[in-house]
């Protein structure tokens, strides 16, 4: 089990161009969750999946933004229209529930760099 | 509302030992948990403790938990260069799953 995979690792685009970021979860992990980390900040809770039903968007989650799971497995975070105020680090983490355990693993983030 | 807090910045001699604080807000929190993060890397989840237990212990890392006072802390034995990085607490509600995280504070070691 190689953990949380993120790609691409780094996107640079121009502002107004639409981008996405794929997740792959540790296998057979049930929940998978967006946080967004800015510069010198913790990252901030976007929304996250239990299988392939979206349970919780931040609202930070514009309409801009858009998260799937379509087979639970897999996960796409697509930014339309992108604004210099996107530029982040996109980061994916996975976990397994069970009983009242929920430990929860990061991936190595995705960067965006809206210029 | 939810929030978790930490200092900003800790230095610390090589050798000594490293303590980092935290205070949270929710009183119905259910585990608590310390990640590292390196420049440029993702969260490596470094340890947790659950609400009922005051005390634990992992190699290098001891967590304390004060529930009354609402306030965690992590303690690192024999700080090495190695450990030079930014410490995330974080906090995981009982009515939620999500997880917030305070701000980070940054460790830096000197020789």
């Known amino acids: 089990d190689t953990g949380v995979s993120q790609d691409p690792r780094h996107k640079i685009t121009k502002?107004?161009?639409?981008?996405?970021f794929r997740c792959d979860p540790i296998s057979e992990h049930n929940r998978l969750y967006?946080?967004?980390q800015t510069l010198g900040q913790g990252p901030e809770f976007l929304t996250y999946f239990q299988n392939e039903a979206q349970l919780e968007k931040s609202r930070l989650l514009s309409d801009r933004f858009s998260a799937e799971r379509p087979k639970g497995s897999f996960s796409t975070l697509e930014i339309q229209r992108t604004e210099q105020g996107d530029s982040a680090m996109y980061l994916c983490a996975s976990s397994l529930v069970q009983g009242t355990g929920n430990t929860i693993y990061f991936g190595e983030g995705s960067w965006l760099t809206v210029v | 509302?939810?929030?978790?807090?930490?200092?900003?910045?800790?230095?610390?001699?090589e050798g000594d030992s490293s303590v980092i604080n935290c205070t949270y807000t929710d009183s119905s929190s259910t585990y608590l948990y310390w990640y590292k993060q390196e420049p440029g890397a993702g969260l490596q989840l470094l340890t947790y403790i659950f609400s009922n237990m005051d005390m634990k212990q992992d190699q290098r890392l001891t967590v304390l938990l004060n529930k009354k006072d609402k306030h965690l802390s992590l303690r690192i034995a024999d700080t090495q260069t190695g450990d030079?990085?930014?410490y995330f607490c974080a906090d995981r509600y009982s009515s939620a799953s999500k997880i917030i995280f305070g701000s980070g504070t940054r460790l830096s070691i000197r020789p």
Do not use: C, K, M, P
Not at chain 1, 15 to 20: E, I, M, S
Not at chain 2, 1 to 13: H, K, T
């Open chain 1, 34 to 36: 967006w946080y967004r």
């Open chain 1, 15 to 20: 502002r107004g161009q639409n981008v996405t």
């Open chain 2, 84 to 86: 030079s990085a930014i």
């Open chain 2, 1 to 13: 509302g939810e929030d978790v807090e930490q200092s900003l910045f800790l230095s610390v001699r």
